[in-house]
């Protein structure tokens, strides 16, 4: 792999920009791998990356039904955040979270990591007290938040309006090194140090069965052909349930839509992410100028990757409120993605009844921010069976009564 | 948006009338129950990708919960029918299998 550097730019620049390498290479299947993950996005490819750079375990591929990075990686908000109030949430996100620090540098593929700061509003007199207990949480938890005064809100973002008629801003729980990053350069990033480590990136290859013996994982069956492998890894969010039920199991987790827009570009103006639970919203800048605003997800199971139009009015609607001056922008597009949720609203990264077969789903409304941490500690649990990261997001939680119940904690966005 | 019709009072209502309730004729486990059957009860939902039948409560109409068959691939509805059955009827089930020749949802088909 020739390095991205600013050495290569100017010598591309003398020759026509002639000697760029794909940045990940064109794969066909082999008949059998050490391990196989299923699923090429940002966490599909993160775990095979850590289980290459941590554990030397290179003869991975990583198949895609479709192409690499389309799923949820390419349909998020691009948030990333660390301010969980339960431990084992505040562990693996903050893991995750002091990974994008160095990712770009790690990867040495701009990620466009932006730590301009994530603020959670609190709009009622229950979300102070929550969010208060949350930063006191944090700082056990050595996760670095404040909750801070609407003047200080004010100060951060002065486009919105402290003093709405529904909902006005009563403080907000604040980290400063939270914010946003480039969600298909993370995909394309880890892609081509996985390609680069030897590893397979097989896209438009679907798995459409998985082949056990004897309670243990042989391979998968797939529209290239049988493939076979030790370990089998599978990290597909919405689709988890399908895959589950391939190999005879089933998941504590339901799939609906969770939707997206951004607004015609316009002038800075906003350079924290602001959330705003009570009122479902949330809103932030891109690099274009975008107004990103993403909303609660739908109450029912949805395989369409589309949104509705309610949906749209009522995040819009609770944001014009908090941010009047957005009233008059036009809105460009919208999106949709199939999120996994679980009972707890917490992910599940465990072994499953299947021997050597291991799952990576559920992370929901929220898996963007994730997928370092997710990576890391799942490839941990991989290659070594065991994971301090993952333990207490196995999947027997629920039938333990072991919730991490960020459900209650994270209000709705998430 | 969806479009369901409320089979009590007739009415052609719009989604923002109504609240899901989740996957419908679940057996309620109570006490004396094995732990399995509770695990699966509180936690285990088939989330299938195709034919899917589920509760909902027509909430700013009549308020009464029905039951919905629906496609979670192509949005279809297959049809409505009162909350008082445990399973879906037979007229809703021959609908669907001529639509979806060969489908599956727990034991039904």
């Known amino acids: ?414 | 948006m969806l479009i369901l019709q409320c089979p009590y009072c007739g009415v052609m209502a719009d989604e923002t009338e109504l609240s899901p309730g989740g996957e419908a004729h679940l057996t309620r486990e109570g006490p004396g129950a094995s732990d399995d059957a509770f695990h699966d009860y509180l936690f285990m939902r088939e989330n299938p990708k195709g034919v899917h039948f589920e509760r909902w409560r027509h909430a700013y109409g009549c308020g009464k919960w029905f039951h919905a068959a629906r496609c979670t691939t192509t949005l279809q509805v297959f049809g409505t029918y009162k909350a008082q059955t445990t399973e879906p009827p037979k007229d809703i089930r021959d609908r669907i299998t001529k639509a979806r020749p060969g489908w599956t949802w727990r034991d039904y088909a």
């Open chain 1, 1 to 414: 792999m020739k390095r991205y550097s600013a050495f290569a730019i100017a010598r591309e620049a003398f020759r026509a920009h002639t000697g760029w390498d794909k940045a990940w290479a064109r794969a066909e299947p082999k008949r059998r791998y050490d391990v196989i993950i299923v699923g090429a996005g940002g966490h599909g490819l993160a775990t095979a990356y850590y289980l290459g750079k941590n554990f030397g375990i290179t003869n991975v591929a990583v198949l895609e039904k479709n192409w690499l990075g389309g799923g949820n990686t390419g349909r998020n908000t691009t948030i990333i955040r660390s301010n969980y109030l339960q431990d084992p949430s505040a562990a693996i996100y903050e893991k995750s979270r002091s990974l994008y620090e160095h990712l770009s540098q790690d990867l040495n593929y701009n990620v466009m990591f932006s730590p301009r700061g994530v603020m959670m509003l609190a709009q009622t007199q229950h979300e102070i007290r929550g969010y208060q207990r949350t930063a006191h949480a944090n700082a056990l938890q050595g996760v670095k938040t404040e909750f801070i005064t609407p003047e200080r809100v004010k100060e951060l973002c002065p486009i919105i309006e402290l003093k709405g008629p529904r909902y006005p801003v009563l403080g907000a729980l604040w980290q400063e090194r939270g914010g946003t990053a480039r969600h298909d350069a993370v995909a394309w990033g880890y892609a081509r140090a996985c390609s680069d480590m030897g590893m397979d990136i097989i896209q438009n290859c679907e798995v459409t069965g998985v082949r056990t013996e004897a309670g243990k994982v042989q391979g998968v069956s797939t529209t290239l052909g049988e493939i076979d492998c030790a370990k089998l890894g599978v990290v597909v969010a919405g689709h988890s349930g399908a895959l589950a039920d391939m190999a005879a199991f089933r998941l504590p987790i339901e799939s609906v839509a969770l939707q997206a827009l951004v607004s015609e570009p316009i002038k800075p103006c906003m350079d924290v992410v602001v959330m705003a639970n009570t009122v479902h919203g949330y809103m932030s800048q891109s690099d274009k100028g975008e107004m990103v605003i993403g909303g609660g997800a739908d109450g029912y199971n949805n395989y369409t990757q589309r949104g509705s139009f309610h949906h749209i009015e009522e995040t819009v609607r609770a944001l014009v409120e908090t941010f009047p001056m957005i009233s008059r922008l036009k809105m460009l597009r919208q999106w949709g993605g199939i999120v996994d949720m679980t009972g707890d609203r917490s992910p599940i990264l465990s072994k499953t009844p299947v021997e050597n077969m291991f799952m990576n789903c559920g992370w929901g409304t929220g898996g963007f921010k994730a997928i370092p941490g997710s990576g890391w500690g799942f490839a941990e649990l991989m290659a070594t069976g065991e994971s301090a990261l993952c333990a207490e997001f196995s999947l027997d939680r629920f039938r333990e009564g072991r919730f991490i119940d960020e459900s209650v904690a994270a209000g709705v966005a998430h």
